[in-house]
Each structure stands twice: as structure tokens, then as C-alpha cells.
């Protein structure tokens, strides 16, 4: 395991940078969890032209100044999904892709999830439905799973799943070619239901229905409460104070999971926030 870090900030959309640029400046310890991509929203975006400097950018020019930014400041992105993270005595313990990393403070800059749950995830979550391959994959040794998948980087869960799975049925919820090996069935559909009795035994989907043992929604945004027990949300938001401050000593939010509106800018200046105040943080508690 690394060492303890002094920061630990989950996401790499404009809230998750903004921190990891301010924490870079104040000269402390940190690790950024996310994607070498950045955001889904900042690459998909048509024409943004409500951000300080850049009248009409594309937001694949604005990702692209983003990267040069971070290339500058020599801020590198551990491509990895946080799936639990566990407050323990003076510091946090995360879980991303099978390791385990401790920081004294961190900085949820996870965005949000757009749109509700399909009907009964919530009522089969732990009895059938997981969002994390690494936690539950085990509980399926030699059973038949399905995979609904929100991006290409859930690929190698899939495959990770199908070393040991009876079945993987992979449901891709984007657009972009697949690279997956023959082990893998993949079904181009759109799923509407999660059914079963005491646990899940069916997935159905618009135009057939899947005999499975377990379903694994494999989304870019885990909700707050999954991700870390305890923390305090209202309407799926995580609650704040002024200086980004949750309920959790050391645990900061900022961006999109923290309410609207939801705009870049917004994002960013949290961002800055959180991480001026996690610093403190840090600096006092030590
Ligand atoms: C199509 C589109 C157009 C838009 N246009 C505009 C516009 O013109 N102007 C404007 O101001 N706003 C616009 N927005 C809104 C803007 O995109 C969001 O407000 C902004 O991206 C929020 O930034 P964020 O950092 O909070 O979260 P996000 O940008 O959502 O980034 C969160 C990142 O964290 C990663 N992540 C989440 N959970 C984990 C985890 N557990 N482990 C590791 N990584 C994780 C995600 O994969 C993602 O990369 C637009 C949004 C969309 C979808």
C-alpha cells in the first residue's frame, strides 16, 4: 500500500481538477481518482458559452485545454473507480480497482447520476445487484450474471467477471466499438426491469428477459450514500457548508453532487474551495 496521502479527491470533471490544481499549488500529498478522459460531460458538451476566458468552446477543446493544463502542473490521474470509501480514526480508507489507498482528507467531486435507478435495483440492491465487480464479483463463481454497462472502462470488469462466472451477458449503454472476448455475450437492448423473489433472478430487458443470477450496473457515478456510509445528502445531494464542508471530518464535496445549478464554473470554483479547505484540514489536524 502507498503511503498516506494528505488529499484524496474522487473524480475528474471540472470539481475534482479545480481541487487537484489548488492542492498541486499548496504543496501537499494527494492522489485524483478518475479518467484520463476527464468527464463524460465536458467531452460530450456542443458549444459551452458560459466559461470565463472561453467564449464558444466546444467541450472537446475545453478537455483538451484541461489535459494541457494538467500536463503543465505535472498532475497525473489514477484511472481508477473508488468504489467504498470508510472513515476510520484520523484518516479514510478507499477502495478503487482491488487496492486500498488511506488519505486524512478527501474531496468527493463525483458529479451526478442524471435520471432514477431502473425499478427494483433499489429494492434488490445487495440481494442480487451490485455496482462493484471487485466487492461482489466472487458471490457469482460458476453463476450467470448480467452486466449493464455505462462505459467502455467497465469492459475489463466484464472480462474480469467472466473468468470466473458460469454466463456474463454484457448490456453496453454507450455507442462506441467493443473490445470484448468471445467469452462475453453481448446484448444490444435496453434494460427495464430488475425481477426476482427473496434475490434477483431476472433481468428484463425491451425486448427479451434474461435468466440471471446477479445484475452489476456499472455506472460512472456511484450515489454518495453507497460510496460512503453516513454522509449526509438531501434530494441525492451531498449537504454542504460554505467552505464545502460535509458531515464527516476530512470529507469535502464539490460540483455537480452538491446541488445545482449544474455548470462548469460552478463546479470549478468548489472545486478550488474544497481543496483550500482541505488543506486547512490537514494542516490543523497533523
Ligand atoms: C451535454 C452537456 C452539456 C453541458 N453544457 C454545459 C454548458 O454549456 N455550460 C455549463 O456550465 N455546464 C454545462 N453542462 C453541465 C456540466 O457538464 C456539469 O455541471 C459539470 O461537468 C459538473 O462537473 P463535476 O466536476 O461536478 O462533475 P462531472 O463533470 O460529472 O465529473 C465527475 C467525474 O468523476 C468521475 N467519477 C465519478 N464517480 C467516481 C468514482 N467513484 N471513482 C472515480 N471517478 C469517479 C466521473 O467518471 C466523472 O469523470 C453540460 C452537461 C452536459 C451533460
Request: hydrophobic share 40%.
Amino acid at each position: 500500500m502507498e503511503e498516506r496521502y494528505d488529499l484524496a479527491i474522487i473524480g475528474t470533471g471540472p470539481a475534482g481538477l479545480s481541487a487537484a490544481l489548488n492542492a498541486k499549488i499548496r504543496n501537499k500529498r494527494f492522489i485524483i481518482f478518475g479518467s484520463i478522459q476527464l468527464s463524460g460531460k465536458i467531452e460530450k458538451a456542443h458549444l459551452i458559452g458560459n466559461y470565463l476566458g472561453f467564449p464558444k468552446i466546444q467541450g472537446k477543446e475545453l478537455q483538451t485545454e484541461f489535459q494541457k493544463h494538467l500536463r503543465q502542473m505535472e498532475i497525473e490521474i489514477a484511472e481508477k473507480k473508488v468504489t467504498n470509501i470508510y472513515p476510520m480514526d484520523g484518516y479514510f480508507s478507499l477502495l478503487a480497482n482491488n487496492e486500498i489507498y488511506e488519505a486524512k482528507s478527501i474531496i468527493l467531486a463525483t458529479g451526478i447520476q442524471i435520471g432514477k435507478g431502473f425499478p427494483g435495483e433499489e429494492a434488490y440492491l445487495g440481494k442480487g445487484v451490485s455496482y462493484c465487480v471487485t466487492c461482489d464479483g466472487n458471490f457469482y463463481r460458476d453463476k450467470i450474471v448480467a452486466v449493464v454497462a455505462y462505459s467502455s472502462q467497465e469492459e475489463k470488469e466484464a472480462e474480469y467477471l467472466a473468468d470466473m462466472a458460469a454466463k456474463v451477458y454484457y448490456i453496453p449503454m454507450y455507442k462506441e466499438e467493443l473490445h470484448l472476448s468471445d467469452k462475453i455475450e453481448v446484448i444490444r437492448d435496453r434494460p427495464v426491469e430488475i425481477a426476482g423473489g427473496e434475490v434477483v433472478n431476472k433481468l428484463i430487458l425491451k425486448d427479451r428477459v434474461l435468466d440471471t443470477d446477479g445484475v452489476f450496473i456499472l455506472r460512472d457515478t456511484i450515489s454518495p450514500g453507497t460510496l460512503i456510509p453516513g454522509i449526509e445528502t438531501e434530494e441525492n445531494h451531498i449537504k454542504v457548508d460554505r467552505t464545502m464542508k460535509t458531515n464527516i471530518p476530512g470529507c469535502y464535496a464539490a460540483g455537480d453532487v452538491t446541488g445545482k445549478p449544474y455548470q462548469y464554473i460552478k463546479a470549478a470554483g468548489e472545486g478550488n474551495v474544497a481543496a483550500l479547505s482541505a488543506v486547512n484540514y490537514v494542516e490543523t489536524v497533523k
